[in-house]
């Protein structure tokens, strides 16, 4: 009986189908932009198909069966295109804070998980949005004008009062309050609490965030009389459309100047245009608009004390490989990922 089970060892065994055997198991494909400098080297160890991509162009056809897309800069045709075309897909890691361009391109969140970069870009939004005060504080904006003109600005300098009231010339004592009150806003607050700003935050629910008073938008009425500096860090959505509306913009004093490095929407631009050439407040310093670019007959070009910055304050996700891997580990594991919409 021993020697039966050695020789009977050795036959190969035999499966049989009544139908077509299995395919083998593939790995899920992952299609990443060439709009950056994406590491995907980092990818590896993991059991995905790694593919690059151009985001201006229709995804080729052999890559249609992809399951995750990442995206950064695609065009609208790109991500209309990818849209209709990637029937596989089921998940999409953006790299913008906001993922409004997928959104808008068709992609059905119901079937498709959509994962925004939040906080990949709080530090440069942030430290772009200091600057954005500084100008506007220290004038810089006004030296600068003076400088294309061959003129010594002697207006700007020499013996000046210190921190005189009604008027936004130092952050320090300075009432800021930030509107939006998320990731940005809690690497904005120490920096400018540092320089002797007196912060607020404003956002849906009240609470203390990390030693800062954050109020509720109700609560706007009260605030914005006493504010110095406003800025915006909202969202682009329907609820945040023209939020910054003609009341609210008339109740900031005078010399209350606003910036705003979250969504254009987000301001009634008309409302501000007419408050800024009206000196009802001391200015704006705007790094986003509703239609970019700003169109060329835009009142905004022209306003007093008004600083435009295109769009400049994030456009550089940092180390977005380590939140795609993060998130893919997720995905692979069939767990839940991190900044899902």
Do not use: C
């Not at 593939?26 to 198909?49: C, I, N, Q, R, W």
């Not at 709080?122 to 030296?143: I, W």
């Not at 000046?160 to 009150?181: C, K, M, S």
């Amino acid at each position: 009986m021993h020697r039966l089970r050695q020789i009977t060892s050795h036959i190969p065994r035999k499966t049989f189908y009544t139908t077509s055997p299995p395919p083998p198991p593939t790995m899920p494909k992952l299609l990443y932009p060439t709009s950056l400098a994406f590491d995907s080297a980092l990818l590896e160890g993991y059991s995905v198909d790694l593919v690059s991509y151009d985001v201006k162009s229709p995804i080729p056809e052999e890559h249609t069966d992809a399951q995750v897309l990442i995206t950064w800069t695609n065009s609208a045709d790109n991500l209309k295109d990818a849209a209709k075309r990637l029937t596989s897909l089921k998940w999409i890691q953006s790299l913008a804070a906001g993922p409004n361009d997928v959104l808008s391109a068709g992609f059905d969140p119901a079937k498709i998980t959509i994962t925004t970069g939040s906080g990949l870009h709080d530090h440069t939004v942030a430290e772009h949005a200091l600057g954005l005060l500084l100008n506007a504080a220290r004038r810089f904006y006004l030296m600068r004008d003076a400088q294309s003109e061959g003129r010594w600005p002697g207006e700007l300098g020499g013996p000046q009062p210190d921190r005189p009231q009604g008027a936004f010339t130092t952050l320090q004592d300075a009432n800021v309050v930030i509107w939006g009150y998320g990731n940005i806003a809690k690497t904005l607050s120490p920096w400018l609490t540092a320089l002797g700003a007196k912060v607020k935050g404003v956002a849906r629910s009240k609470g203390v965030r990390e030693g800062v008073e954050v109020y509720a938008e109700d609560d706007l009425k009260d605030i914005l009389p006493q504010t110095d500096a406003l800025v915006m860090i909202l969202p682009g959505d329907e609820s945040t459309k023209n939020a910054l509306n003609r009341e609210r913009l008339a109740l900031l004093p005078k010399h209350a100047w606003l910036v705003n490095v979250g969504r254009g929407t987000s301001v009634d631009e008309d409302a501000l245009a007419d408050a800024l050439e009206q000196g009802a407040i001391g200015g704006a310093a705007l790094d986003v608009f509703a239609t970019e670019p700003y169109p060329a007959g835009g009142r905004l070009w022209k306003t007093p004390n008004t600083i435009v910055s295109p769009h400049a304050a994030g456009g550089r996700p940092q180390d977005p490989e380590k939140l795609v891997a993060w998130n893919l580990r997720k995905f692979l594991a069939g767990q839940e990922l991190k900044n899902v919409i």
